[in-house]
C-alpha cells in the first residue's frame, strides 16, 4: 500500500506542471491495461485549476482511455495464454504485481461476460472497478471488439464528463463531494440503469 500512495502522490505532482495535459492522456491509456491509479487523481485538479479547460481534460481522458483498453484488450487476445487454460510468463506478471489482478477475480469475469457482455464493460468503465481486469480479460475471452470499444467509449467518457462537467459548473465544493462519493454515486447510478435495463427485458 505505501508503494501505490507514492505513485498516487508523484501522480498528484503532475496537476502544477506545464506538461499535466500529457500526463493525464498518458495516464488514461495505461491505466486502462495495467497503471494501478485511475486518471481520476489527475483530472479533478487539472479541471479545478483550469475550469475553461475541464471539458477538453475529459475528451482528453476519454480518447486516450479508449486507446488504452484497445491495448489491454490486444494484450489478452494475443499474449496471455501459452497455450489454452496455461498462461503465459507475461500474463502471470500481472498477477503477481499488478494491484486488483488475480486469478480468481480474472476467472469470475468470463462468468460476467456470458451474463452481462457490453453492460459488463460499460460498468468497469464508469465505476471503481478495476478497468485493466476488464479489458486484458475481454481480450483473453474474445469478446465481441466492436462492442467492447463502444461500451468502453460510452462507460469512460459518462465518468469523465461528469466529473469534468460538475467541477466546471460548481468548481471547489463539488471537488469536495466527489472526492467523498464518487464511488457511491458511480454504484448508484450503475444500479439505476441496470434496473432500468432489466425493466426494458420484462415490457419488451
Known amino acids: 500500500m505505501k508503494f ?8 498528484l505532482s503532475w496537476s502544477e506542471k506545464p506538461s ?7 495516464m488514461s491509456m495505461t ?7 485511475p486518471p481520476d487523481v ?8 483550469n475550469r475553461d479547460k475541464a471539458i477538453r481534460f475529459a ?12 491495448i489491454g484488450y490486444g494484450i489478452g487476445h494475443f499474449i496471455w495464454w501459452a497455450e489454452p487454460g496455461k498462461f503465459t510468463s507475461f500474463a502471470q506478471f500481472f498477477f503477481d504485481h499488478i494491484p486488483g ?4 477475480a480474472f476467472s469470475k469475469i468470463q ?31 474474445k469478446i465481441n471488439f466492436a462492442a467492447f470499444v463502444l461500451a468502453s467509449l460510452v462507460g469512460r467518457s459518462a465518468r469523465f464528463f461528469l466529473v469534468s462537467g460538475l467541477i466546471k459548473k460548481y468548481g471547489e465544493p463539488i471537488h469536495v463531494f466527489i472526492d467523498n ?7 448508484a447510478l450503475t444500479l439505476l440503469l441496470f434496473g432500468g435495463f432489466f425493466v426494458v427485458t420484462l415490457l419488451f
Open 4 to 11: 501505490i500512495r507514492v505513485i498516487y502522490d508523484w501522480v
Open 20 to 26: 499535466g495535459p500529457t500526463a493525464l492522456g498518458v
Open 31 to 37: 491505466e486502462a491495461s495495467f497503471f494501478p491509479i
Open 111 to 141: 462468468t460476467l461476460y456470458e451474463k452481462w457482455n457490453f453492460w459488463i464493460i460499460f460498468t468497469a468503465g464508469f465505476t471503481p472497478i478495476p478497468f485493466k481486469l476488464f479489458t486484458i480479460s475481454a481480450g483473453a475471452f
Open 59 to 70: 475528451i482528453i481522458c476519454s480518447i486516450c482511455s479508449i486507446f488504452g483498453a484497445m
Open 181 to 187: 462519493y464518487f464511488n457511491i454515486l458511480a454504484i
Open 42 to 49: 489527475l483530472l479533478i485538479p487539472l479541471a479545478l485549476g
Open 101 to 104: 489482478f488475480t486469478i480468481l
